[in-house]
C-alpha cells in the first residue's frame, strides 16, 4: 500500500438513516457517509484498490474500507 496524493474531495455528504430497529435509533444511529474524489490517474491506474481508513482524534482507526477503482 501507499497513500495517494493531490486527490480532491469532490462531494462530502453525511446522513442519518432510519433504523430497522427503532428503539436503538438513539443509542446507536445508523449514517450513510458519501465520498466523490478525484485521484489522479497516472499515479494511481485503474487496476489498484483503493483503501480510505477513517482514525479518531486519538489516532485509533474508526473504520476502514476497500473498493476496486
Known amino acids: 500500500m501507499r497513500p495517494a496524493e493531490n486527490f480532491k474531495v469532490e462531494i462530502f455528504s453525511v446522513e442519518l438513516i432510519p433504523p430497522y430497529a427503532t428503539e436503538f435509533a438513539k443509542t446507536c444511529p445508523r449514517i450513510q457517509w458519501a465520498y466523490e474524489l478525484e485521484i489522479p490517474v497516472p499515479e494511481f491506474p485503474l ?18 474500507v476497500a473498493a476496486r477503482l
Open 47 to 64: 487496476s489498484d484498490s483503493l483503501v480510505l481508513i477513517l482514525r479518531r482524534d486519538d489516532g485509533h482507526i474508526a473504520a476502514r
